[in-house]
């Protein structure tokens, strides 16, 4: 059984550029949700996939954007990047939206800078 | 909305000692409370979570109390070790059309040799 994947680990940007993550699901998910964690903080809800549609939606502006794709991978966008971006972006995947229902599995994230 | 306050922020125990930390939540509606516990450049793992129709749960040497009256949960770790070192998040969720986790920031725990 293959875990979360996530990429790239590390990326820098500059402010004011855009960006791409990429999240391949745990086989069987059907879920994404993504998460913004900042250095010494919890992980802070982004927004939720679920059978490629949106499912729920955080505090995040609309430059903070998401995809999933018919075999369950997601990707989030961040456009217009602001220095406060810079954190380490978690995309965890279920067989379920309800995280009660089914517990999320972290990826390792991936570690956004913007300079 | 949910918000989770944890503490405390540090902790640090010796091998061998117990350790708690405790978490409160808002909102009533919170119903499913996991912990996580998130190795240094590692990805967060589910420990152990608790609903709120159980008081108590046991895992070997980790325990999760859910007091719903007061709105707070608890982990306990008994006989630490080294590698439990660690940062601990507590997390909560409401089943009402929430497909959220919110959680607390963390409490970083040392053992201490």
């Known amino acids: 059984e293959t875990g979360v994947t996530q990429s790239p680990t590390h990326l820098i940007k500059t402010r004011g550029q855009q960006v791409t993550l990429r999240c391949s699901s745990q086989?069987?998910?059907?879920?994404v949700s993504w998460y913004q964690q900042a250095l010494g903080q919890g992980p802070q809800f982004i927004f939720q996939y679920y059978r490629e549609e949106e499912n729920g939606r955080g505090n995040f502006p609309p430059r903070f954007s998401g995809l999933q794709f018919p075999n369950y991978s997601s990707e989030l966008n961040v456009n217009a990047l602001e220095l406060d971006d810079s954190a380490l972006y978690l995309c965890?995947?279920?067989?379920?939206?309800?995280?009660?229902?089914?517990?999320?599995?972290f990826g390792n994230g991936t570690r956004l800078t913007v300079t | 909305g949910e918000n989770v306050e944890q503490h405390p922020s540090t902790l640090s125990v010796q091998e061998g000692d117990s350790a708690v930390i405790k978490c409160t939540y808002s909102?009533?509606?919170?119903?499913?409370f996991p912990w996580y516990k998130q190795e240094l450049g590692k990805r967060p793992q589910l420990i152990i979570d608790i609903r709120s129709n159980v008081g108590e749960k046991k895992d070997q040497r980790i325990a999760v109390t859910l007091n719903k009256t007061a709105k707070h949960f608890s982990l306990h770790i008994t006989e630490t070790q080294p590698e439990d070192s660690a940062v601990y998040f507590c997390?909560?969720?409401?089943?009402?059309?929430?497909?959220?986790?919110?959680f607390g920031t963390g409490t970083r725990l040392t053992i201490i040799p």
């Open positions: 997390a909560a969720a409401s089943n009402f059309g929430n497909e959220k986790l919110t």
């Open positions: 086989s069987g998910h059907n879920t």
């Open positions: 965890a995947s279920s067989i379920d939206p309800d995280p009660g229902k089914s517990p999320l599995h």
């Open positions: 909102d009533s509606a919170s119903n499913y």
